[in-house]
């Protein structure tokens, strides 16, 4: 899947948080009355995409899929982590099965599908299990031409240009993360994109100090004003490469995603023409109890 994608089509840009099920979101995000069954239906109607955490702790049920489908919008997106069994447990090994599972799963849900990926544990390194990765990945390009595929790696000596162009080769993104400690590769992806090596997809996700920045999740009181400032230059680059963005703003970055998304969009709208999210009303259900996830 490479950048082939001609002038006409444009480029998708997706930006949303991680996950949207938080208690501290009531009454600031969500209204306060709002039940928590509507809150899917809430939230699809004020950003085009979600990052699903819930499927690395247990793949969802068909019944959940279904419900998730129904309730959001067209063109509305999620994004899949992939199950921790994989990843964490079987750590890549001897895990075809439930790869298999996980992504007929994906493929369920049709259009609504994002970019899903693989996250990997910090004490996952090239060094120690570097060929079991190699092999996985080999084998799981082979299984997922139809699907957008993304890697999170957090070992130090897989933070690299080298790995990030062999998954590019592979039709998968190397997910860039702003989080302290983490190496900057975009400059590295954006070449990577400009060379036609890369899938015409990225993955971002804001995190920013999740060990010692904010722990609420209902106010910005870290703002990252030069950050969000660099990441809508960087996301304009990206969208005049012809390249679908997929974006994910997590709480600590700022302290609450949604206000930091749109600070975000603000600064990204500035740059390019970035069309209001204003999904069909008939999409949120008005009656408490339609329905209920997880």
């Not at 949207?20 to 600031?28: A, E, L, T």
């Not at 928590?36 to 793949?59: C, G, K, M, P």
């Not at 989080?179 to 804001?206: G, K, N, S």
Request: charged fraction near 20%.
């Amino acid at each position: 899947m490479k950048n082939n994608r001609s002038e006409e089509n444009a480029a998708r840009v997706a930006l949303g948080t991680s996950s949207w099920i938080f208690d501290g979101w009531r009454g600031v995000f969500y209204p306060e009355k709002l039940p928590r069954d509507q809150q899917l239906a809430y939230y699809t109607s004020q950003f085009n995409t979600v990052e699903v955490n819930t499927s690395f702790y247990a793949i969802p049920q068909p019944t959940t899929l279904i419900k998730w489908v129904e309730t959001a919008p067209p063109d509305f997106t999620f994004t899949l982590k992939f199950p921790q069994q994989i990843s964490h447990q079987k750590r890549l090994v001897n895990c075809q099965q439930e790869t298999l599972i996980f992504l007929d799963v994906l493929r369920s849900l049709g259009p609504a599908a994002g970019v899903s990926f693989l996250q990997l544990p910090p004490d996952f390194t090239r060094q120690r299990e570097g060929k079991a990765l190699a092999s996985y990945v080999d084998w799981l390009a082979g299984q997922s031409h139809d699907l957008r595929l993304a890697v999170e790696v957090r070992a130090s000596d897989l933070m690299t240009p080298a790995f990030a162009r062999y998954l590019a080769e592979r039709g998968m993104a190397f997910v860039l993360v702003d989080r302290v400690h983490t190496p900057d590769l975009y400059e590295t992806w954006l070449e990577l994109i400009q060379t036609q090596i890369a899938p015409v997809f990225c993955m971002l996700r804001w995190i920013g100090d999740d060990k010692n920045g904010p722990k609420e999740d209902n106010a910005l009181v870290a703002p990252r004003d030069t950050q969000l400032d660099l990441w809508a230059q960087r996301l304009a680059q990206l969208h005049h490469s012809q390249v679908d963005i997929y974006g994910y703003m997590h709480n600590p970055y700022e302290g609450h995603s949604p206000a930091s998304l749109r600070r975000l969009q603000e600064r990204l709208a500035a740059l390019i023409p970035l069309p209001a999210w204003v999904p069909p009303t008939s999409q949120t259900p008005e009656e408490p109890g339609q329905m209920t996830l997880f």
